[in-house]
């Protein structure tokens, strides 16, 4: 089992930044994909980025592209996302994930893809 514990959100005006960390813990080899995710309310959850540590490439969706930046610390087993020039509609709850497997190319962006979730941090972006 991996256990996956996000920390970071919060309230910030736009044009601000936060940094989400994901700490993970448990059976884990380090190398599987993994990928943050949102939900805004009253919307489906939808992929922001993802990393895959074997092979070394990213992913981020259109939205996000150019202000966000997903990254992993092997040593710490922490994942990030730092986010920068925030707008109103990235507010929403910010889930981390991981798959249970390794992954030889680009990660997979559904989220039925990814077998661990964290319980989600909220983050807030003021006009």
């Known amino acids: 089992q991996v256990q996956l514990v996000e920390s970071g959100g919060g309230s910030v005006q736009a044009g601000g930044s936060l940094r989400l960390s994901c700490a993970v813990s448990?059976?884990?080899?380090?190398?599987?994909?993994m990928g943050w995710f949102r939900q805004a309310q009253g919307k489906e959850r939808e992929v922001i980025a993802t990393?895959?540590?074997?092979?070394?490439?990213?992913y981020y969706a259109d939205s996000v592209k150019g202000r966000f930046i997903i990254s992993r610390d092997n040593a710490k087993n922490t994942l990030f996302l730092q986010m920068n020039s925030l707008k109103p509609e990235d507010t929403a709850m910010y889930y981390c994930?991981?798959?249970?497997?390794?992954?030889?190319?680009?990660?997979?962006?559904?989220?039925?893809?990814?077998?661990?979730w964290g319980q989600g941090t909220q983050v807030t972006v003021s006009s």
């Open positions: 994930a991981a798959r249970r497997t390794v992954t030889f190319g680009a990660c997979n962006t559904s989220r039925y893809a990814y077998d661990y």
């Open positions: 448990g059976d884990t080899s380090g190398r599987t994909c």
């Open positions: 990393i895959n540590p074997a092979v070394g490439n990213t």
